[in-house]
């Protein structure tokens, strides 16, 4: 049986983690697919996923820096891909046109309800970063039932927008990131920004953490250590980096093409064991 065609597109994306999550999934349900990196940048992005398409491709992750453009090349999107304005899985109709789909807020969600064991109901939570990923978050983190969202931005208008597209204002507010230490704390942080990436520090001040409050870099490895360092260093709270966010939302993608959704402890034990939480190994 031939293997079927499935790929994530990035610029850049050889540092990837998808072929090897997808190849396990694969493996551990006895499906045959061949699945790929593919390097695109913003100019190229259109064309290569053209390629893609006439050579057979049947789905698609799609992550930075084309999770908002790519929506153009959908002619199907799902509810919350629609409302988080992003998407990061593409799956082929049969009339050879694409449906896109968000499954980085059930990703997040499932991470922490179900891995973590943490109940998001009525939590006070502080978004930190308004692009593509800090969208879907938003969304999945209100649909789950958190209570109050506050979303900073270091480019204010981007957090002012993505409040407006909420539409929420009794539960969504923006503040300026220069007034952080006089928000009051928080059960819920999210980092959803990219400073990492760039090994770049948030100063963030310790009073935004409540006793016992859930600190989650939406990174994970080194580029999250900042951030989970800052949480850990404060010692009233619990620091998570997003490994297992990535692992969940591969699994919601996997389940989408296949109809048949993978287990996904012993991948995030094998991952984990060679990314420690602990950004100092």
Not at 23 to 44: K, S, V
Not at 239 to 265: C, V, Y
Request: hydrophobic share 45%; glycine share 8%; aromatic share 8%.
């Amino acid at each position: 049986m031939s293997a079927s065609n499935f790929a994530v597109f990035g610029h850049p994306v050889a540092h990837s983690l998808s072929p090897r999550i997808h190849a396990a999934f694969a493996r551990q349900l006895g499906i045959a697919m061949q699945y790929t990196a593919i390097d695109a940048t913003p100019e190229a992005f259109v064309a290569r996923l053209d390629e893609f398409n006439a050579a057979g491709g049947k789905g698609a992750n799609i992550t930075l820096p084309h999770k908002h453009s790519v929506l153009a090349q959908c002619a199907e999107i799902s509810d919350f891909a629609r409302r988080a304005g992003a998407v990061n899985t593409l799956t082929r109709r049969l009339d050879n046109h694409w449906r896109g789909d968000n499954t980085d807020g059930a990703g997040l969600v499932r991470d922490i309800s179900k891995r973590l064991g943490m109940d998001l109901r009525e939590r006070r939570g502080l978004l930190l970063g308004a692009g593509g990923a800090g969208h879907a978050v938003a969304f999945a983190l209100l649909d789950a039932g958190v209570a109050q969202l506050t979303i900073v931005n270091r480019t204010p208008a981007r957090a002012i927008a993505l409040a407006d597209a909420i539409g929420e204002p009794d539960r969504v507010h923006t503040r300026d990131w220069n007034d952080l230490g006089r928000f009051g704390n928080f059960d819920l942080i999210v980092n959803a920004t990219a400073a990492g990436h760039s090994r770049e520090s948030l100063h963030l001040p310790f009073s935004l953490i409540a006793p016992r409050a859930l600190c989650y870099d939406l990174s994970y490895g080194l580029a999250a250590s900042a951030f989970v360092n800052w949480a850990r260093a404060a010692r009233i709270g619990y620091a998570q980096d997003g490994l297992g966010m990535l692992i969940e939302q591969a699994a919601e993608s996997f389940a989408i093409w296949h109809g048949k959704r993978p287990n996904t402890d012993s991948v995030y034990a094998e991952l984990r064991a060679e990314l420690p939480l602990d950004a100092s190994d």
